[in-house]
């Protein structure tokens, strides 16, 4: 095979895993993202004597730059910094896994090999969503956040067992398409595929149509006042401006009935003294709203200032 053909190769498995994070609406693509990538590991791992290990990651960095790019290049908006740490960082993440992958390919065959990519994917998912910096946005389990009548069971497994479903049937399809290519074990292959996608799929459309609202429904107002966040939200407007602009949103849908407003966690950009914050102007605004429609119940995010005179031993023992 032509190097210009892993390139080409590694830049598709980049295309097809951010598909679902772009505004195109094919999801469904991630269950083949990852087979342009299987196809250059495989021709690495059956002429390893011609190929270091670490050949492969070049190729696998190729993908997962290209992933990263396309998807979180946003980030670069409101740092360049930041935004260039978080792509190459995440490349370089997703690469060394990938790269363990092979050695294990290598050393002990495909099935043992498919089982780590799988649990080290999966761990290093949970970590991305479980340290002080977390961040998920490329769990492979968000892949079909526009496809909710999909993915029904993840209340049950959360998107890790989205993640978990997309590597198995990329695995799955590949050795599918490999059995095709030697005519051995088509069939079969080809029926457990089947039934590890449409199983999961079925259910949930089942679950999807059959719901039922619950019996006492609640009248719930979302507000997003759509406030540049890069050139108005910290710098040119006040809180008092920003909770004006809600409660002016809330005007226009409240009724009688309405038993929930949630605002954005941000409502209150520049924080609040704690034993100031009944006599805030925004918090003032908010108050008199709640006394002209007693049932409703006002949900904000704030920040909250607190003087801390003595010494105290302070330690956050637990994030959540």
Known sequence: MKKEYFYILSILTGIFLSIPWTSLDFSFVIFFSFLPLFFIEEHFQKNSYKFLSARILTYSFLSFLTWNIISIYWISYATVFGGMVAILLGAFYFTLIFWFYHLANRKFGNSYAHFQLVFSWIGFEYFLSNWELDFPWLNLGNAFANDIKFIQWYEYTGISGGSLWILIVNILIFKTLKSFLSKKLFFKNLIILLIIIILPISFSLYKFYNYNEIENPKEIILLQPNIDPYNEKFDNLTDLEQ???????????????????????????????????????????????????????????ITLFKEVKEKTNISRKIKK
């Open 243 to 301: 909770i004006e602009v809600l409660l002016n949103l809330s005007d226009s849908l409240i009724t009688k009935n309405t038993d929930y407003i949630i605002a954005p966690e941000t409502a209150f950009p520049n924080g609040i003294w704690k034993k100031k914050i009944e006599s805030n102007n925004g918090i003032i605004l908010i108050r008199n709203l709640i006394k002209r429609y007693p049932k409703l119940k006002f949900i904000t995010g």
